[in-house]
């Protein structure tokens, strides 16, 4: 029964049934197949965005909303395609970014070359062009079908089939119809969850069809006789109501403008509390950001000073607040930065011991309460809340490993008060006392205590059920509460590995571990365990490059690495953190540190920068390395801070041309007896990046490297803004000067990047192959391109 009710607004029913569009996602595996026309099926969303397009979707994350902005991954234009069948697509991540052209109908079996060049594979499939086989021209019987690895199809989730009248719509009267599949191809969905408002769809069943086989979820929505806050809460029930499991299984928008805005916010609102757990595409999310790491206590104070003194040798707390931090994003905005990590935020014990307080919030006393040196609940919200205002992530270090009880030279195995801890409140809890004597060994490591016997860690039993159920429950409930949008994991070595991925789980969110090792077999296994660890071997590689000027360590490493983790792209890198001395200290020249960076931030994974690293602090190890940022005046001219900068500006603009891009590997193209190049990047669309570990004392000269780009391409070095022309033997010949990193890029892609004085702009890379008019790689004035006067060509 499609409109008996006489408040239903569609169009005159049809003499013919509707027409069907029919999805089915199918694995590499000719067995594996499951159909879209069917809830339960692992597909995010199929949307009805704008009248005539369909686009399938999946979920990556907004900071606004919390999970709920998508990347594009096939949008088709119905009203003028007949496409179906793609095929040729060996593509992990499934077109994402991709769109259909128009074109002409065609014979039932026939084949047809789609006009439009297609890009943004990785890898590019053997023929960039797609082949389609065109079905009936009748919408009747349309099918589409994706092809993808089969270990892509388990991190789908949600599903939908919609259906249109493919008439003009107008702002009053509308209809949608989304017809269900009995069976879905996930077991466990609850149908009786869908008994309100499923409807016997007679008119769309065929007469053999089993009576009611056939589904119909009809929306109906009239702005003039519902009120907006009448119609939000009806929606929010509606959700909670028929998705019991987890699923959001369509939302359906209408041209209305209001009734747009009421379908985003609730798909944004509702889609990380119902969606089942997708670690992959939380991490594929993270993969897009940059992450400065602040220490809570050395960021910013409230009260908004300069140059309150702070005495990092005493090791105690100088007054750095969450108040404080949110007057200062502005600061870590302004470097390009999108994700924040900030101390661990619960309460630790209070006193001074021989070695200072426990600013660091690390020394971990009660889960259930805050910090209240760094703030009170309401300034933790606000913190949240401004950052996700500014489309930034909030990442928090979190304790799970130990608690901590100040002993004063006593015996931890004797002088724990026990009951001071919340919620763990009990020797049955903890490990019995032991101390790590060798950190290699791994049973003894996570065990025994780290701590001495002024301040004791007693260590969780994180293999005890008790425990991990208490410890799962805390952090969801610390996530949901303050809308944290990812965890750094103190001390992950030290935890059960069983434990890691159950605790992940839980989180249902991003996490790097800490693994503190050298060894790339010893940090990638933990990849079994967690999405993510930071990435110490090319720490240590990194040290052994710009320190000592080796500068085969680093591209040696850069090779293993490749082979020997899991996903590198998904390890966060960083060259400076809180736990290491500063690179300054071992080595104060300003050009090696700028190509330290350079490889930090353009390398695999998620670049960390520590607070400081911008402004060129040289603290040695611990206490040393934690200054205090504010003494700095937050100097936004400091050659590091503009170094990063246009270091995150590129990134993302590589990002932006290529979605792609983060899932590319990094591997040498160069090797000198000073300098190593690296290439990041599919050919056309590669940064690549040539480090000097000579210092600012070198003179000028040249080196001639091939570079991954053909021959005639012009390239441009983001940091002197000039240009460089490939030869025709595919070599480029760079000049270096002072030890500086160069960072090339191609010119023909710059519009947009906000570099070298091309302008700003949300482009892809198709924007580019459809703007392929002009001959020359420089972009004109009259285009809108705005190029300085100081490009100069090599």
Not at 88 to 104: C, E, I
Not at 514 to 536: A, F, G, H
Not at 744 to 755: E, F
């Amino acid at each position: 029964m499609l409109c008996d009710d006489p408040e239903c607004l569609c169009h005159p029913r049809p003499k013919k049934p509707f027409p069907k569009i029919e999805l089915v996602l199918r694995g590499s595996n000719p067995e594996q197949f499951c159909r879209l026309d069917q809830p339960g099926s692992q597909l995010d969303v199929v949307f009805d965005l704008i009248g005539n397009t369909m686009i399938l979707r999946e979920i990556t994350e907004d900071a606004k909303y919390r999970g709920a902005s998508y990347t594009i991954c096939l949008m088709i234009e119905l009203k003028n395609m007949r496409f179906v069948n793609l095929e040729g697509l060996p593509d992990n991540s499934l077109l994402l970014s991709f769109r259909m052209r128009s074109s002409a109908c065609a014979v039932k079996g026939s084949k047809m070359r789609v006009k439009e060049k297609y890009h943004g594979f990785s890898p590019d499939p053997p023929n960039s062009r797609l082949y389609n086989d065109l079905y009936l021209c009748d919408w009747a019987q349309q099918h589409l079908e994706l092809l993808l690895p089969a270990d892509r199809i388990k991190g789908w989730k949600t599903v939908a089939l919609i259906l249109k009248t493919f008439e003009r719509i107008t702002g009053d009267n509308w209809c949608h119809m989304v017809h269900l599949k009995k069976t879905p191809c996930v077991a466990g969905l609850d149908w009786k969850a869908f008994e309100g408002i499923l409807i016997p769809d007679k008119e769309a069943s065929s007469p053999e069809s089993t009576p009611g086989e056939e589904k119909v979820i009809q929306f109906l929505a009239d702005e003039k006789k519902n009120k907006k806050k009448k119609k939000v809460e009806e929606g929010k029930k509606l959700l909670q109501g028929i998705y019991p499991l987890g699923r959001v299984i369509i939302c359906i928008q209408t041209i209305m403008s209001f009734q747009r805005q009421l379908l985003l916010w609730l798909c944004a609102s509702f889609s990380v509390i119902l969606s089942t757990p997708v670690f992959a595409a939380d991490t594929q999310a993270w993969k897009l950001r940059s992450v400065y790491q602040t220490m809570t206590d050395r960021f910013a104070r409230t009260d908004g000073s300069t140059t309150q003194a702070c005495n990092t040798t005493q090791g105690l707390y100088c007054g750095g607040t969450w108040r404080g931090m949110i007057s200062r994003l502005d600061y870590i905005q302004g470097m390009g930065f999108d994700a924040v990590m900030i101390s661990p935020i619960i309460k630790n014990i209070d006193g001074r011991v021989s070695y200072g307080e426990a600013y660091h919030g690390y020394w971990a006393e009660d889960l259930y309460s805050l910090n209240p040196h760094f703030g009170t609940h309401q300034d933790l919200l606000d913190l949240s809340r401004a950052l996700h205002d500014r489309g930034m992530y909030l990442m928090v270090d979190t304790v799970i490993n130990n608690m901590a009880y100040i002993t004063h030279g006593g015996n931890p195995a004797t002088d724990v008060n026990y009951t001071t801890f919340k919620p763990f409140n009990g020797p049955q809890y903890y490990h019995p006392y032991c101390k790590i004597n060798d950190y290699n060994n791994y049973p003894e490591a996570q065990q025994c205590w780290t701590g001495d016997n002024i301040v004791a860690l007693p260590d969780l039993k994180t293999e005890d059920e008790q425990v991990q159920s208490v410890l799962n429950k805390w952090i969801q409930d610390m996530i949901s509460t303050y809308s944290i949008d990812g965890l750094r994991l103190d001390a992950a070595k030290h935890v059960t590995p069983d434990f890691l991925p159950k605790f992940q789980e839980a989180a249902n969110a991003f996490i790097t571990g800490e693994v503190y090792e050298k060894s790339i077999d010893i940090v990638c296994s933990y990849q079994k365990e967690l999405t993510s660890v930071p990435n110490y071997p090319i720490y240590f590689a990194l040290l052994d490059a710009f320190t000592k000027g080796n500068t085969s360590t680093l591209p040696d490493e850069v090779e293993v690495m490749k082979h020997s983790c899991p996903n590198v792209t998904a390890l966060t890198t960083f060259s400076e953190n809180h736990d290491v001395a500063r690179f300054a200290s071992m080595q104060d020249d300003m050009n090696l540190a700028k190509n330290i960076l350079t490889f930090t931030i353009l390398f695999d994974g998620i670049p960390m920068v520590y607070q400081g690293q911008e402004q060129h602090f040289s603290g040695a190890h611990d206490p040393e390395n934690r200054e205090a940022l504010w003494l700095s005046n937050y100097n936004t001219d400091a050659p590091l801070y503009n170094v990063i900068k246009t270091l995150n500006r590129l990134r993302k603009h590589a990002i932006q041309i290529d979605p792609n891009y983060i899932d590319t590997q990094t591997y040498p193209v160069y090797r000198g007896p000073s300098e190593m190049g690296f290439r990041k990047g599919r050919e056309g669309r590669q940064i690549v990046m040539v480090l000097s570990t000579q210092g600012s004392k070198s003179g000028e000269y040249t080196i001639r490297m091939m570079n991954g780009y053909q021959p005639s391409y012009v390239v441009i070095d983001v940091f002197t803004c000039r240009t460089y022309t490939v030869n025709d033997m595919g070599e480029l010949r760079l000049e270096m000067d002072k030890g500086e990193p160069r960072v090339l890029y191609p010119v023909n892609l710059m519009y947009g990047s906000g570099l070298c004085g091309y302008g700003t702009a949300k482009v892809t890379y198709l924007d580019f192959v459809r703007n392929q008019s002009s001959p020359s790689p420089t972009p004109t004035s009259s285009e809108g391109w705005v190029p300085r006067g100081d490009l100069q060509e090599s």
